[in-house]
């Protein structure tokens, strides 16, 4: 009881961003009920694999990813770590199951339980808001123009269950897009508190939840191939193709990480390579779910038939839009980290763009060749970011031993010169002892000879006084 009250008396601080954080075990499970929700949503997809579908699929994938992302922005600016916090969380965990029940039936009687989920859901991200606004006064104003934005979305949202469809899901377009054009527009300069903070967590989180999604993806991939009962040596090419395209996907995303220093890494929303990594993860993940169905159809006609026409643009445009993705995240990185890009990323939007062109092989290669086609174009795009890191590191390397020759060099020189200037200095200080040194000896000299001359002349005087 001691514990809940100490826990419950808690006040919300804002994070550090110098402190270095990591994902918990409640984030994890977090991500855990999302994916489940997305695995419904692939489900639905897997049953038509059509443009109507797909459109759905849309429809719904973005509430979903946009509850997941604003769920960790508010989790990277501000340290809710208390018993209220952890209750909102589990409540909107319970929310996202809701979801990912009714999505099946979306779309016909379930429209209203959609939204009823999503806008409970939204509600305890948005309680989280107004509570770091009354406790944190230097993110009052943030906060309070978060909440107009989102709280104008809500209505839309609740307003969207009374009118008919289709008209209800332009209403759903609409609010989604206020939702997502909130946060850019939400944060100014002369703010106190930029948002969104810690953003070495936000990559991590981010990560994480992109290896999920990959995860589940080789999941569904290996899943199929058993149910289809291939050989041996069908099911080996056939998961060759499926893991090097997941493989090419890791590749490339962890690859772009390499350009990341948390402490000398800079975000905020006046920065549009920001918002351009963020919602290029939208795209990303909306498009790794849609490559696993396609690949699930394809299995179904290996290994010698042709895939549908329509199944094989839309899995063509699922890799190269995932790539076009990759590419977007690669530009926007180095302007975030403070750093010059080793290449332009054109070779990413130029490899998205053939492997889109794949879809003109539909209905007219076998199987087998489609899939070379569109996993070799991956590979190719792997093994050219290895030759531009390593032409990079190289003249990199080439620069450094220039730069510390030329430094070497110059310190040899500094080096001599002090050397002379010493030994010229020690020399004539020598010199000047020396001469001071004949000065004195001469002097002494000098001073014998007055003497004795002295001494001669008393003595002559003394012997004349004697004679007389």
Known sequence: MRRFKRQLSQKLRLRDDSQERHSNWLGILYDLIFMAAILQLSAQLSREYDIDE???????????????????????RFDIGDIIQRLLTLSGMFGVAMMAIAIPDTFDQADATFVAAYVSTRGATFFQYIRAGQTIPEAKEL??????????ALIIWLVATAIPAPSRYVMWGIALSVELLTPVFASKEKDKVKFPGNFAQL??????????????????????????RLSVIESAIAASFGLILIFGIWWDYYESSRFLEPSKTKVSTTIPAFWQWTYSHLVLHASIPVIA??????IYTFPGDFIDYTTGWILALAVGSSMLALGVIWTSLPILAQKSSFNDSASYFVTA????????????????LYLFCLTGMF???????DIEFDSGDSSKDKKENKS?????????DSGDRKEEKRSSSSSSSSSSSGDKRDDKRDDRRDDRRDDRRDDRRDDRRDDRRDYR
């Open 54 to 76: 797909l459109g759905r699929y849309g429809l719904l994938f973005v509430p979903i990813w946009w509850l997941w992302c604003d769920h960790n922005f508010c989790m990277a």
């Open 143 to 152: 906060t309070g123009r978060l909440t107009q934005g989102y709280g104008i």
């Open 379 to 385: 590979l190719v795009r792997v093994l050219m970011t």
């Open 203 to 228: 990559r991590e989180r981010f990560g994480v939840f992109t290896i999920i999604i990959l995860g589940t993806t080789l999941a569904t991939i290996i899943r199929t191939i058993q149910l289809r």
């Open 293 to 298: 169905i396609g690949f699930r159809y394809a």
């Open 353 to 368: 763009a053939v492997v889109a062109g794949c879809g003109l092989l539909a209905a007219r290669v076998v199987v087998p």
């Open 404 to 412: 510390s020759s030329s430094s070497s060099s110059e310190k040899k």
